[in-house]
Structure formats: structure tokens, C-alpha cells
């Protein structure tokens, strides 16, 4: 089968070796065949050169030139025939017990904190559509409820419904590490470290864990019209939902939507080595320039038009007069990430749109009315 989008990864990963390299620390569960994953070399593989590995590139090569806006087959197509999102299959009390495959850090050296790409087979038992989320039981004991297990915490799922071996057997997470800083030490304090994202980013191919859901609604992507405009405003591991919405969109060949519209993401993280999945994001860019807009604010980088830092919300001021006009066109815009981006973009969106002579207040009330507005904050 061609791949041309997972080619396209692959090249790039090789060509730029250093850029790439020093992010993956990608250890593959050698007991899972993953004929079609987009990125189906591990970085020993290509550390090593080895000829497997050199094969398996020039083949992936050959297939960038002769087709570069194919698609990749999905299976099973039976995912598409639901008409209602599968919800809380599985609950708290009676957890599915399923199984690391891998754990790649997704960030370079000079991102603040790490973030880690976890793929979990769970054999196609715990299925979702793109933008819900698992739930993971952390192994342990609840710290405030002796003898009982820890809470549930959700991560939104960051691949299609298909996984990205695109056999509909896996689930990926996009996990930042919670980790607990002194305030008057400035030091780390390991005990007081996040217990659930350290656990996902310690864990190792062939790991049992336990999930619920999946859950949620709200960051369903609407499907009824395929030339739709969907504008994704993500900060850091918000972009979860957006990079299954943009594989199903760009990267899977799903005879029953064929995408015309437009997908455009605002990603905000800290620096250029806090980028997350900007190959896969990029290679979009080239292969459908029409139908993909793709901007980044790197806080610690870039400064606003006022010499302040870079953030999402100075990117949608910057295109607040397309950005508008698309949402009176009917565009659905979404935001997905820490709580805390909400305030900073409300207040932009009020501003540019007292500059604009327009109610914010009236038209945010019309914007969720007519289910254009979807928020995941957490
Ligand atoms: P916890 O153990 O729950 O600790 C929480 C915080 O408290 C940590 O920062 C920890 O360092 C701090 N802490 C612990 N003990 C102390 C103490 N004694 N004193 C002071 N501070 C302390 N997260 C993602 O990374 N990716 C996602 O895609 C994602 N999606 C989400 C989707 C939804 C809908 C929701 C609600 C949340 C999502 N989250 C996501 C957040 C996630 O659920 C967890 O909240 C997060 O990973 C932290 O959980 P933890 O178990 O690691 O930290």
C-alpha cells in the first residue's frame, strides 16, 4: 500500500536526522506489526543505518514521488457506521486493562518540561471517534482513600478512530509531565509530582494500564458538511484532538468524507523544541496548501506587535478580520488546552470585536447557539 503523508514523515525524519533524532526516544513494542504507521521506523533503526531500515526508507521514497496526495486505507470501515459517538463503555469500577505499545518524548532539549507521545493497543475494544477521551487509572493507591484505587484522569485521544497503525486497534495520548517545583527552592520535589502523566511517560512497551470511556462530546468534530471551516486553537497538549481531527482529514482515506473545506491551527507552546507533531502538521501544509493554514506562537521566541510575548491570542488578533468574517460564514472554531489560555483569548476576541463595532457578548451567545463554539479546558 502507499503512504505517501507517512513517507513524507519518514524522509523528513531521515533528512533531518539531528532535528528529529534528538526528540525520539521512541521504544517500540517489537510484539505489534505496524505495517502502516506513519512513522514505522524506530530511531534505533535509524541510528544504526541498518539495511531493514534503509530498505524499508527507499521504498517509502519511491512512493513520495509517484503519489503525493494519496491517502492511507483504514480499517475496519464498520468504525464509520455508528450514528452516535461510543461513550463510557468502560467505567471506573470495571476498567479495560490495555497495553502500552509505545512511548516516544515528542519535545527537544530546550523545551521547558517534557511531553510524550503514548501509543496503547487496546485491540479495537475500547473504540472512540476523534477529539474524546480515555481515562486512565493510575496503578497505586489512592493517596486521600486508602485501599481505594486513584481517581480517573482524562487525556484527550490525539489519533483518529483508526489509531495510528490505522487498523482501528490503538489510542494515542499527547501527555505533558506534571512536575511539582519548590517555590522557595526552585528545585523539583518528586513526591508531589504529578502521579497519572509521570506514570503514562515512565511506562514501557508492554505495559498493562487501565482506561475508561471514552468520554465527551464536545470536541466532536462535525462531519455534516465536508467543505466546513475549522479553526483549532490549541496550547501545548490541547493539540490532542486537533492532530486526530487533521489525520482524518488529511492524512486517512475515508471513502465516506472527502474534506473540501479549510482546517486551520493555532498552536501556542513555549519554544521551537516545545513543537509538537510539527512534521506531521507541516507536511500538511505542502501537500494541501488550499485546504490548511497552520500558525504557531512560541511564547519564549516570538514577540507580539506591542514587543510582548507571543502568544495564541496575538496570532488571532493578527488574523481577527478573516477569522471573524469565517465565523459569519459558519466556521466552527475550537479551543483545547490549559484553563488558563480562555481569559487572555476572550478578552482579544471582546477587544477586536468593540474595534470592529460588534458585540462580542451577543455574538458568543449566537456562536454557541449555533454550535460553532467547542471548549476543552482543563
Ligand atoms: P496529579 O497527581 O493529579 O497532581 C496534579 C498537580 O498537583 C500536579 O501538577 C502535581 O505536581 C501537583 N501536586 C501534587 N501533589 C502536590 C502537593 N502536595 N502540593 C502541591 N502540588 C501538588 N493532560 C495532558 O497532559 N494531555 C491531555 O491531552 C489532557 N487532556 C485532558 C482532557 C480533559 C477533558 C481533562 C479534564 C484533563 C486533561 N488533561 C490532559 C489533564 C490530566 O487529566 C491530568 O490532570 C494531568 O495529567 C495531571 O495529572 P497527574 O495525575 O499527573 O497529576
Redesign the pocket.
Known amino acids: 500500500m502507499v503512504h505517501a503523508l507517512g513517507a513524507q514523515a519518514s524522509v523528513t525524519a531521515l533528512a533531518r536526522k539531528d532535528a528529529s533524532l534528538r526528540k525520539a526516544s521512541f521504544k517500540e513494542n517489537k510484539n505489534i506489526s505496524f505495517n502502516k504507521l506513519w512513522i514505522p521506523l524506530s530511531s534505533a533503526n535509524l541510528k544504526s543505518g541498518s539495511s531493514a531500515a534503509m530498505h524499508h526508507l527507499k521504498v517509502l521514497s519511491m512512493s513520495v514521488s509517484q503519489a503525493t496526495q494519496r491517502k492511507t486505507l483504514v480499517q475496519p470501515l464498520e468504525l464509520e457506521n455508528a450514528k452516535e459517538p461510543p461513550l463510557n463503555l468502560y467505567k471506573p469500577k470495571e476498567p479495560y486493562t490495555a497495553t502500552i505499545v509505545s512511548v516516544e518524548s515528542l519535545v527537544g532539549p530546550k523545551a521547558p518540561g517534557e511531553?510524550c507521545h503514548i501509543v496503547i493497543n487496546h485491540e479495537g475494544n475500547v473504540p472512540y471517534w476523534e477529539g474524546q477521551?480515555y481515562g486512565i487509572i493510575?496503578p497505586g493507591e489512592n493517596p486521600k482513600k486508602p485501599g481505594l484505587p486513584?481517581?480517573v484522569?482524562?487525556?484527550?485521544i490525539?489519533s483518529t478512530r483508526y489509531g495510528d497503525s490505522f487498523d482501528g486497534k490503538t489510542a494515542s495520548?499527547?501527555?505533558?509531565?506534571?512536575?511539582?517545583y519548590d517555590p522557595e527552592t526552585g528545585k523539583e520535589d518528586a513526591?508531589?509530582?504529578?502521579?497519572?502523566?509521570?506514570?503514562l511517560c515512565d511506562s514501557k512497551p508492554g505495559d498493562k494500564i487501565q482506561i475508561t470511556g471514552p468520554?465527551?462530546k464536545i470536541m466532536l468534530l462535525p462531519e455534516d458538511d465536508p467543505n466546513a471551516t475549522h479553526i483549532m486553537i490549541a496550547t501545548?497538549?490541547?493539540v490532542?484532538p486537533f492532530r486526530g481531527y487533521l489525520r482524518r482529514i488529511f492524512m486517512e482515506d475515508v471513502p465516506t468524507y472527502k474534506f473540501g473545506g479549510l482546517a486551520w491551527l493555532f498552536l501556542g507552546v513555549a519554544n521551537s523544541d516545545s513543537l509538537l507533531y510539527d512534521d506531521e502538521f507541516s507536511s500538511y501544509l505542502k501537500t494541501f496548501p488550499d485546504n490548511f493554514r497552520y500558525d504557531k506562537a512560541l511564547s519564549r521566541e516570538q514577540q507580539n506587535k506591542n514587543g510582548g510575548k507571543m502568544y495564541v491570542q496575538d496570532k488571532i488578533e493578527e488574523y481577527s478580520d478573516e477569522i471573524f468574517k469565517l465565523l459569519d460564514g459558519g466556521a466552527h472554531i475550537y479551543f483545547c488546552g490549559l484553563k488558563g489560555m480562555m481569559p487572555g483569548i476572550q478578552d482579544t476576541l471582546k477587544r477586536v470585536a468593540g474595534q470592529r463595532g460588534e458585540n462580542w457578548d451577543a455574538k458568543l451567545t449566537q456562536l454557541k447557539k449555533n454550535k460553532q463554539w467547542h471548549v476543552?479546558v482543563?
Open positions: 511531553t477521551s493510575p486513584h481517581n484522569r482524562l487525556y484527550s490525539a495520548l499527547c501527555v505533558r509531565r506534571a512536575v511539582y513526591s508531589k509530582n504529578g502521579v497519572c502523566s509521570n506514570f468520554s465527551g501545548g497538549t490541547g490532542a476543552e482543563y
